[in-house]
């Protein structure tokens, strides 16, 4: 299991069950467990996060029980001991999930530009004198890096990639001290000038600058990775096909132009995705992890010349309606 240890997942966990469920529950099934990881304090995510997981239980008529993990390991294990049916997870922890806890990709972030991914970041302080990647490789020997663990993918897979690769740099090895936090914190690190340089995903940097825009002011961003796959959903292959159903059509309509559904219901989904900063859900499949994979199988740290950089194409099934009430791509 390598990373994916009992030790690792010694986790500080959260739960919270949403009793909103109609009368007519699936037969033998008591609840869906949802795995979230917590980019960012629980206190702060939990109410972000219950109008969406209120509505999915009201959609499939059992309750929802949500689980809220410190680190990927955590989520993954609470899937392959079927504590949860269900995960948002990065696609490196997505690999770990479909290979080692019965794990499915179904679906996938939905962003109203197209984009279809996100980045990863390594960010500085304005005032630290760090502009470029060879600054830091040229300090890197008195510099304290916070970065994600190692199932992270934007806080560590990619950048040991695309950022450390390139440089011929094995991070704990060339500077001073290296911090293993999630997002939010290593962006707090870097702010509060308890680490020098930081990884991080863009969503993340980005949602926090919009709560704390003095802050940000005071951070720069010094590399950013190519376009990474956005954040799929994952359910476990065993679920029935009846509750598979109710799941995805939940999911995949939810902010979409729907018969029946009015402008105010329509307008409330998407506030309510847009606190979690997410525009919609589309269809997705395992055929989406694989420019991970082929990071993984290159190696973390050798980029050869000849050969060509995974591409990061992300592969859809079609939508089945757009956030506008068009196709998405």
């Keep these: 299991m390598g990373e994916l240890s009992r030790a690792f997942a010694a986790f500080f966990i ?32 939990e ?27 955590g989520a993954v294990w609470s899937m392959r001991d079927n504590e949860s049916q269900i995960a948002w997870l990065g696609n490196k922890s997505a690999i770990e999930a479909v290979d080692f806890a019965d794990g499915e990709v179904f679906a996938v972030k939905a962003d109203a530009d197209g984009a279809g991914g996100y980045f ?11 502009r470029t990647v060879d600054d830091v490789k040229a300090q890197a020997g008195r510099l304290t890096l916070a970065m994600g663990g190692s199932n992270s993918t934007s806080g560590s897979v990619v950048p040991a990639y695309y950022l450390f690769g390139p440089l011929d740099m094995d991070p704990r090895e060339a500077f001073r001290r290296v ?11 870097v702010q509060q000038g308890r680490a020098d340089v930081a990884t991080t995903a863009s969503i993340v940097y980005e949602h ?25 959903l994952v359910w476990r292959k065993s679920l029935s096909p009846e509750l598979k159903a109710k799941i995805s059509a939940f999911f995949l309509s939810y902010g979409r132009p729907a018969a029946g559904k009015s402008k105010a219901a329509l307008k409330r989904e998407r506030s309510i995705l847009s606190g979690i900063d ?33 591409s990061f194409e992300v592969k859809l099934l079609p939508a089945a309606a757009a956030l506008d009430g068009e196709r998405h791509p």
């Design 14 to 45: 959260m739960s919270t069950s949403i009793g909103l469920f109609s009368h007519d529950a699936l037969a033998g099934v008591d609840s869906l467990g949802v795995a979230l990881i917590a980019t960012e304090s629980v206190p702060a995510m």
């Design 47 to 73: 109410p972000r996060w219950k109008p969406l997981l209120g509505a999915l239980s009201q959609a499939i008529g059992i309750p929802v029980k949500v689980h809220y993990f410190p680190d990927y390991a």
């Design 120 to 130: 990863s970041y390594l960010i500085a302080r304005k005032d630290s004198g760090l």
């Design 179 to 189: 911090a293993i936090g999630s997002h939010e914190e290593n962006w707090l690190a």
């Design 208 to 232: 926090l600058c919009r709560e704390r825009p003095a802050a940000c002011a005071q951070l720069t961003v010094i590399w950013t990775s190519p376009i990474i796959p956005n954040d799929p």
């Design 278 to 310: 997410t525009s919609a859900f589309a269809p997705s499949d395992n055929s989406q992890l694989q420019p991970v994979r082929d990071i993984q199988a290159a190696g973390s740290r050798q980029i050869r010349a000849e050969e060509p950089s995974p």
